[in-house]
């Protein structure tokens, strides 16, 4: 087991130990999607007080977004007039990354970066998976060889079609709603971001900037769970793609949620444009009181968490 599974299966067995003070019987992938808000991306421009008309109209487009209550897409805007700027420049930090941090991506300030910043045809898609109440919407990062992305791409459906097969659902009655059309089993969808795909780029960006070390692994396939309203839960790369750490992720995903703290779960926001508070269809109460009968499954994941742990080799 690689670092990166080692960490998630200890995020998971933190969540898990939590849950044998409290519980829910609402899903994590369900509280998340009705009630965790998108955290706001921080963009910055900075320009020499000279605009040409196309990073005037962007930086009008970013200002418009920026002035709405909402905040659809998730982002908040800083404007710096630096007089040592050659041009005007676009910069994106992930939420509540400090100013003086590195950005995530950095280029010119046009109406063609801009666009491409807030939606993408991928996020779109994800955003209707995800409102269709999916558990999780997989995205699968294509590496160098076509051969391996393949192969890797046939692993992770069959996984999922077992894992949609044989994962339950807390009862939606512990949820304190009518059950009636609510399955108990859960739904996942895969879809492939191509390394040719240059409406793309700036997702991409986004997505490998999740891990500290990911572009290390760029011409590998990787794979990233979506849940929520866009939070990623981790990467899984390489041989680290296994029906192994896939029931772990959608184990997580669907067990009853341990920790109603946003901050307390694990994952990243993804920025997309997206009017989550209009569109989700509430099921369920923001303080769901803990529900005993829910803990059972738990504390045998738990346990089970534990065991792995121990057997598993100090690196």
């Known amino acids: 087991m690689n670092t990166t599974n080692r960490l998630c299966l200890l995020v998971i067995l933190t969540a898990l130990t939590m849950a044998r ?9 369900q509280y998340a999607l009705e009630h965790w808000a998108a955290d706001p991306y921080a963009i910055t421009v900075r320009h020499n007080g000279a605009l040409d008309a196309d990073a005037e109209a962007a930086l009008d487009r ?38 003086s941090a590195p950005p995530i991506w950095s280029g010119p300030l046009n109406e063609k970066t801009v666009a491409q910043l807030v ?3 991928l996020r779109r898609e994800i955003a209707k998976l995800l409102l269709s109440r999916h558990a999780a919407v997989w995205i699968l990062i294509d590496g160098a060889d076509r051969r391996v992305n393949e192969e890797v791409a046939t692993q992770v459906q069959e996984s999922l079609k077992r894992l949609e097969a044989s994962l339950l659902l807390p009862d939606p009655q512990l949820w304190g709603i009518d059950p009636e059309g609510i399955s108990r089993t859960p739904s996942f969808a895969m879809l492939r971001l191509a390394r040719d795909a240059p409406e793309e780029d700036l997702f991409r960006q986004m997505l490998m900037g999740i891990e500290a070390d990911l572009n290390d692994f760029a011409d590998r396939p990787i794979l990233i769970p979506i849940y929520g309203r866009g939070r990623a839960l981790h990467a899984l790369v390489d041989r680290g793609i296994n029906p192994a750490t896939l029931r772990d992720a959608a184990s997580f995903l669907v067990a009853p949620c341990s920790c109603t703290i946003k901050d307390a779960n694990p994952g990243v926001d993804m920025l997309m444009q ?20 829910a803990l059972g499954s738990f504390i045998d994941r738990a346990e089970e968490a534990e065991r792995r742990l121990a057997e598993e080799p100090a690196p």
């Open 119 to 121: 939606d993408s045809p």
């Open 274 to 293: 997206v009017d989550w508070d209009r569109l989700v269809e509430r099921l369920s109460a923001e303080d769901v009181v803990p529900t005993p009968g």
């Open 62 to 99: 970013l200002r418009r977004i920026g002035a709405t209550q909402r905040r659809v897409p998730n982002l908040a805007l800083g404007v710096e007039v630096d007089e040592q700027a050659e041009s005007a420049r676009l910069e994106i930090r992930y939420p509540r990354m400090r100013p």
């Open 21 to 29: 003070a409290q519980a829910c019987s609402v899903p994590v992938f």
